[in-house]
């Protein structure tokens, strides 16, 4: 009987079932290293990010129940791919007046300035410390869906995810002078979280029972975010 040789387990099928390596392993040489590895490779990443993305804007909140739920082989990791998209805001935000944040010239207050140019300076830490956040409060209001706060950080992935990509097409349009479009990029990344959070609870809650959820679950997060503003902006007032 043959061998798993990254493990040592005897093999019964394509792939092993203690350690997940394929049977078949080919010596490496350079022509099945550029057709096999990389391209491979390459093509399961990208394929996995183009359904991510199309999961994203075409039923999300279905898609964080699906990957909640263990149907998780076509999709590339959320968090990965925050990082990723990230890196292309931070690259696109080089070229808008005022950077990520936009231009903070109209702002009178130097405290307030200091903050949104701050926050203008590590966007990362920004739009991923808004998971935690976005993820305590769904868990404490849609308690009905019994998802733990791992399985609530995965919605709010999304949810984050979505809005860095409005933002950064937000941010294309100011480029190309398309003030239209990234007034429209601002009204959907605001009623985005409704649409998740629909879909997601789909068949848990009536109409009403959803609704006053979602306006608290908005008040939560807006009073949040507005006191670690202002917090910030009293400590370098202070200091």
């Known amino acids: 009987m043959h061998k798993c040789l990254n493990c040592n387990a005897p093999l019964t099928s394509k792939y092993c079932a203690d350690c997940g390596q394929k049977a078949d392993t080919h010596r490496i040489t350079f022509k099945h290293f550029i057709i096999h590895d990389i391209m491979h490779g390459v093509w399961h990443i990208e394929k996995g990010i183009l359904f991510t993305l199309k999961q994203l804007f075409t039923r999300p909140g279905y898609a964080a129940r699906d990957y909640i739920s263990g149907k998780r082989v076509q999709y590339y990791n959320v968090f990965y791919l925050i990082i990723i998209i990230l890196g292309l805001a931070v690259i696109a ?3 808008v007046d005022g950077g990520f944040m936009g231009s903070t010239g109209a702002v009178k207050d130097e405290a307030v300035k200091e903050v949104l140019e701050a926050i203008g ?6 739009y991923i410390s808004i998971i935690p956040i976005l993820a305590c409060n769904s ?3 849609f308690r009905r869906l ?3 706060l791992a399985e609530h950080l995965i919605i709010a992935g999304f949810v984050v995810l979505a809005f860095i990509l409005f933002v950064l097409t937000a941010m294309l349009a100011d480029i190309t002078g398309l003030a239209w479009l990234s007034n429209l990029m601002g009204i959907i990344c605001g009623l985005f979280p409704v649409i998740v959070y629909y879909q997601v609870t789909a068949n848990t809650y009536k109409i ?6 979602i306006l608290l679950f908005y008040f939560l997060f807006l009073a949040e975010m507005y006191s670690l ?6 400590l ?3 200091f």
Not at 229 to 234: H, N
Request: glycine share 10%; proline share 7%; hydrophobic share 55%.
């Open 93 to 95: 935000g080089r070229y």
């Open 121 to 126: 300076g590590i966007p990362k830490i920004i």
């Open 139 to 141: 868990w404490l209001i």
């Open 146 to 148: 019994k998802y733990n």
């Open 208 to 213: 009403p029972g959803f609704a006053w959820r």
């Open 229 to 234: 503003f202002m917090a910030a902006v009293y």
């Open 236 to 238: 370098i007032d202070a």
